[in-house]
């Protein structure tokens, strides 16, 4: 069984830092990719960065490119989120999530964390 549990939401001004973690327990961390999505209230969860099992390859979503970076820890089965001058369209919950290949869509994730809201006010 995996757990993953996020950290690190919260209320920040436009223009703030966020640093979301992700602690997992269960099957071997490196054996993962691991994806952060995020979700507004009736909208479609979306990948918003997406980190190999070594920590070589990354993927980011086009609006958060330059401004959030995600990385990963795997002797502290650990995945991050750094994110620098957020935007109030940044609002949303925040999910880390875990799949076997490099997936890009929530559905074909098979762990996830409860979620962390993250509100970036204007």
């Known amino acids: 069984q995996v757990q993953l549990v996020e950290s690190g939401g919260g209320l920040v001004q436009a223009g703030g830092s966020l640093q979301l973690s992700c602690a997992y327990s269960g099957r071997t961390f490196g054996s993962y990719i691991m994806g952060w999505f995020r979700q507004d209230p009736g909208k479609e969860r979306e990948l918003v960065a997406r980190i190999s099992r070594d920590g070589s390859l990354t993927y980011y979503e086009d609006s958060v490119k330059g401004r959030f970076t995600i990385s990963r820890d795997n002797a502290k089965n650990t995945v991050y989120l750094q994110m620098n001058s957020l935007k109030p369209e940044d609002t949303a919950v925040y999910y880390c999530?875990?799949?076997?290949?490099?997936?890009?869509?929530?559905?074909?994730?098979?762990?996830w964390g409860q979620g962390t809201q993250v509100t970036v006010s204007s």
């Open positions: 999530a875990a799949a076997a290949r490099p997936f890009s869509y929530a559905g074909e994730y098979d762990w």
